[in-house]
């Protein structure tokens, strides 16, 4: 606040005594009465005292004055203050007057100052306060990271407690690091921030065994700390395991005959799973048993094929019962009808499969392809509709090899419908492999585009 005090035998009572300000001459005609500017404080309240002692700096403009005084009253001081030396940068009509005072922590507390600007008649003053803060001591507690135990890629939780001077330092950032076993430096992985009780938590992956801990920067008015670590061990988890295609076939088979097993068996990603045993089991219709039948080692594009032979009707499917750091899995189960011998046929006609088209062209990756045709057969010169088991091949863009989809079944009238998501742009075509009566047919090829 500026005021102005008037100097006309004023009396300024201090203790027990008294300083009489006598009435100054009189001044020369047309004197201006002093301005003075308010003070400013560098660094900016509140002085923050950390390890060292900070050093203010108080500055004040004057305009018309010849002199000016700076005053500062420590916090419970009850005399009129300190004088601070002032030095003078003269501006014309203008004087900026600086000074400079150290202050360390025991200074911490409410602080006044009053700055006088002295005239030839009168004088001017501006007064104020501000405060000096010892830095807050902060420290991190119940720093904790679980589970202790994870499988590699898990979620973890890491929570802790930010104090500052003893209390909840709620609103500050703190950073969530991690030292790798075999390592020695801690790397910065996410940030979390304090509520107003100072706790704070959040969930990070984790995918290697190591420490954990928090980490406080610190700020104007605090210091920084560190938490104890907490230790997380990391296993691998196993990879899952998954046999697609399987097959067998052909469908149906006469008593005696040989069938025929097939599919790939592929490891979490969706990759081929090489050198691996798959078995072969059997289910006779009407039955609660699966029995073994046969096995064998899939190739290093993952896929197997085993032989046995048809004795009655009933369910099979492959079995992978899992090894090293890879989950088991078992594939669909295929029916096979099987028929007794009869006596030798009368020669087989002949089948094709027509009107084969994949649609929409091209598609959206990940979107469906659907697919049709109609499947007949030559009965007496006349071609006819038939039902029957016809199966969806696709060869990739680039491969020279075609990969079994899926079986369907064609309607009594031939007509053929399915549909599959499209991922990779290729070329796709239906196979009827034929049956006691029938040969087999494959459709024409139909390229489609998949587009991202």
Request: aromatic share 12%; glycine share 10%; charged share 25%.
């Amino acid at each position: 606040m500026l005021q102005r005090i008037r100097v006309a035998a004023v009396a300024l009572a201090v203790g027990a005594g008294a300083l009489a300000l006598a009435p100054a001459a009189s001044a020369a005609a047309g004197a201006k009465a002093p301005v003075i500017s308010d003070v400013d404080i560098s660094p900016g309240p509140p002085i923050v005292v950390f390890d060292n002692p900070v050093t203010a700096t108080f500055s004040f403009t004057t305009k018309d004055a010849g002199k000016a005084e700076l005053q500062l009253k420590a916090p419970g001081d009850v005399s009129v203050g300190t004088p601070v030396a002032l030095t003078p940068s003269p501006h014309g009509s203008e004087t900026k007057w600086t000074g400079t005072k150290s202050f360390d922590a025991k200074d911490a507390g409410k602080w006044s100052f009053l700055a006088i600007a002295h005239g030839d008649k009168d004088e001017s003053s501006t007064r104020g306060t501000f405060e000096v803060r010892k830095a807050l001591d902060t420290k991190i507690v119940d720093f904790d990271a679980t589970p202790d135990l994870v499988s590699k890629g898990d979620l973890i939780r890491v929570s802790g407690r930010l104090l500052a001077n003893g209390q909840g330092y709620g609103g500050q950032s703190v950073t969530i690091t991690f030292r790798e076993k075999g390592t020695d430096a801690f790397r910065h992985v996410t940030t979390a921030t304090t509520r107003d009780s100072g706790w704070f938590a959040t969930k990070v992956r984790a995918d290697a065994t190591g420490w954990w801990r928090a980490e406080f920067a610190g700020n104007k008015f605090a210091r920084s700390s560190v938490s104890d670590t907490d230790r997380v061990d990391v296993r691998f988890r196993n990879r899952d395991s998954r046999i697609v295609g399987f097959d067998a076939y052909p469908e149906p088979v006469n008593k005696g005959d040989r069938l025929t097993f097939t599919g790939v068996l592929q490891a979490s990603g969706w990759d081929p799973l090489p050198g691996e045993r798959v078995s072969i089991f059997f289910k006779a219709g009407g039955s609660d048993r699966w029995e073994y039948v046969t096995s064998d080692v899939t190739g290093r594009n993952g896929r197997f094929l085993a032989t046995a032979t048809a004795v009655e009707s009933g369910w099979w499917r492959a079995v992978f019962r899992g090894d090293h750091g890879v989950n088991g899995s078992v594939s669909d189960a295929d029916w096979v009808t099987v028929n007794q011998p009869t006596p030798p046929p009368a020669a087989k006609s002949d089948s094709r499969l027509i009107k084969f088209n994949a649609y929409p062209e091209p598609v959206k990756r990940g979107h469906y392809l659907r697919f049709k045709g109609k499947l007949q057969i030559d009965d007496a010169g006349t071609w006819e509709g038939y039902g029957a088991k016809v199966r969806l091949y696709f060869k990739p863009k680039g491969s020279t090899h075609w990969q079994y989809v899926k079986t369907v079944w064609s309607t009594d009238s031939g007509k053929l419908y399915t549909k599959v998501k499209a991922w990779k742009s290729g070329t796709w075509k239906m196979v009827f492999r034929g049956d006691a009566d029938f040969y087999g047919d494959t459709s024409r090829t139909d390229y489609v585009s998949v587009k991202r």
